[in-house]
């Protein structure tokens, strides 16, 4: 039985939805169908929490248990917080390493991009006057540079996120996270990269 973390903020806790609705929890119950033996041991995630908060609160979490597969989904919260891209930049590139030192299999690693919240119905209040998808996106493409160079698959939510604005469905009650529905959408695209890691022989 593979032990699974996953890390991450309100995105991976399932802000908006029922605990069994996260989809952490839904990959956990498909990889299992697909034959892939493997129980979501930990999801420390919490709503508001940064990189720094992952480093200092859920990172213990990880070293605490170990993992054969790990997902990482961070970095809303630094910029909605105005934390520089620099200094964002460090804080990913440790945690990736301290990942690394936890796993079991170092290829087990799978990275998910940031969610635009800003085209929510609530999203616009986090701005600060700046540009919410332009801000983000260059957030996202620092996260693509920094996998790539580690050769650790990413999973773009980014595009499929922006349904949010369209399809009132897809958002929760508090009118900026994603609902039930947007976290099984993008499970469906985690899914295929997580199966495809772990039926490697």
């Known amino acids: ?24 929890s839904l990959l956990e119950n498909d990889l299992n169908k697909l034959n892939i033996p493997i129980k979501l041991v930990a999801n420390p995630s919490v709503t508001g929490w940064t990189t720094q908060d992952l480093i200092d609160k859920e990172l213990p979490v990880l070293r605490e248990h170990g993992a054969d597969f790990v997902t990482l989904l961070i970095g809303v919260n630094d910029w909605v917080q105005e934390v520089t891209i620099d200094t964002f930049s460090i804080n990913f590139t440790y945690i990736l390493e ?30 600060k ?20 160079a580690r050769n650790i698959p990413v999973v773009d939510i980014f595009p ?20 039930a529905k947007a976290y ?15 039926s490697r022989k």
């Open 129 to 148: 006057g700046r540009d919410i998808s332009k801000g983000l996106e260059e957030f996202n493409n620092k996260i693509q540079e920094i996998c790539d």
């Open 1 to 24: 039985m593979l032990k699974y973390i996953a890390l991450g903020d309100s995105y991976t806790i399932g802000e908006g939805a029922q605990p069994n609705e996260a989809w952490p």
């Open 184 to 198: 099984a959408i993008w499970e469906k695209l985690i899914l295929p990269e997580a199966y495809k890691i772990l």
């Open 160 to 179: 499929s996120s922006k349904r949010m604005e369209a399809e009132a469905e897809l958002v929760a009650e508090d009118g900026i996270h994603g609902s």
């Open 98 to 127: 301290e990942i690394y030192k936890n796993l079991s299999n170092r290829n087990n690693l799978l990275v998910i991009n940031i969610p635009d919240f800003g085209i929510t119905p609530e999203g616009g209040q986090y701005s």
